[in-house]
T-cell receptor
Framework: DGGITQSPKYLFRKEGQNVTLSCEQNLNHDAMYWYRQDPGQGLRLIYY???????QKGDIAEGYSVSREKKESFPLTVTSAQKNPTAFYLCASSPRRSGYWTDTQYFGPGTRLTVL | AQTVTQSQPEMSVQEAETVTLSCTYD???????LFWYKQPPSRQMILVIRQEAYKQQNATENRFSVNFQKAAKSFSLKISDSQLGDAAMYFCAYRIPNFGNEKLTFGTGTRLTIIP
């Protein structure tokens, strides 16, 4: 089945540690995104990538890093510089329409990160 | 900056009845997309319906329809014949079709409860 997978579903991190969240898609989508969701809030964009080997910062990129070495994969690293990393993290992807812009974003099941 | 406002933190409806969720947005753009996403207890974001601003006709997907009022910057979601499986958080979202500005801007969500 085509879709977006995220792993792990739950992740616990000690303060001062870096952790990497996985996001994989087999939809052949060009663009991929990482969002953060906090209680009582909508999603906020962390990073996005429109093509392989290229990515841009979103609204809340500080303390996070990404890579896009393959079209299918867009891992997110939460570094120790992120002051309040406990949140729910959602990965999304979207196909590219004719022209330059991308179409509807489809989401993975998410990863719940808790800092101990 | 674009903003999306959902003024109803919680709504409830009797099973089989109709409910309308409100969304307003602020933008100076003339061309944009609007979306309703559903987030059930599993927390995966599921696309419910999408509307392109240049289309005057309101989008419809089975029991879900929108009332898009471009001049009023309003984008409400109507759910007909409500079912227990419709219980979820509903998020309204906005984006512009602009290469290099890919993010979805989300509202804070409306929690919908279905009363059996």
């Amino acid at each position: 089945d085509g879709g977006i997978t995220q792993s792990p579903k739950y992740l616990f991190r000690k303060e001062g540690q870096n952790v990497t969240l996985s996001c994989e898609q087999n939809l052949n989508h060009d663009a991929m995104y990482w969002y953060r969701q906090d209680p009582g809030q909508g999603l906020r964009l962390i990073y996005y990538s429109q093509i392989v080997n290229d990515f841009q910062k979103g609204d809340i990129a500080e303390g996070y890093s990404v890579s896009r070495e393959k079209k299918e994969s867009f891992p997110l690293t939460v570094t120790s510089a992120q002051k309040n990393p406990t949140a729910f993290y959602l990965c999304a992807s979207s196909p590219r329409r004719s022209g330059y812009w991308t179409d509807t974003q489809y989401f993975g099941p998410g990863t719940r990160l808790t800092v101990l | 900056a674009q903003t999306v406002t959902q003024s109803q933190p919680e709504m409830s409806v009797q099973e089989a009845e109709t409910v309308t969720l409100s969304c307003t947005y602020d933008t100076s753009e003339s061309d944009y997309y609007l979306f309703w996403y559903k987030q059930p207890p599993s927390r995966q974001m599921i696309l419910v319906i999408r509307q392109e601003a240049y289309k005057q006709q309101n989008a419809t997907e089975n029991r879900f329809s929108v009332n898009f009022q471009k001049a009023a910057k309003s984008f409400s979601l109507k759910i007909s014949d409500s079912q227990l499986g419709d219980a979820a958080m509903y998020f309204c979202a906005y984006r512009i079709p602009n290469f290099g500005n890919e993010k979805l801007t989300f509202g804070t969500g409306t929690r919908l409860t279905i009363i059996p």
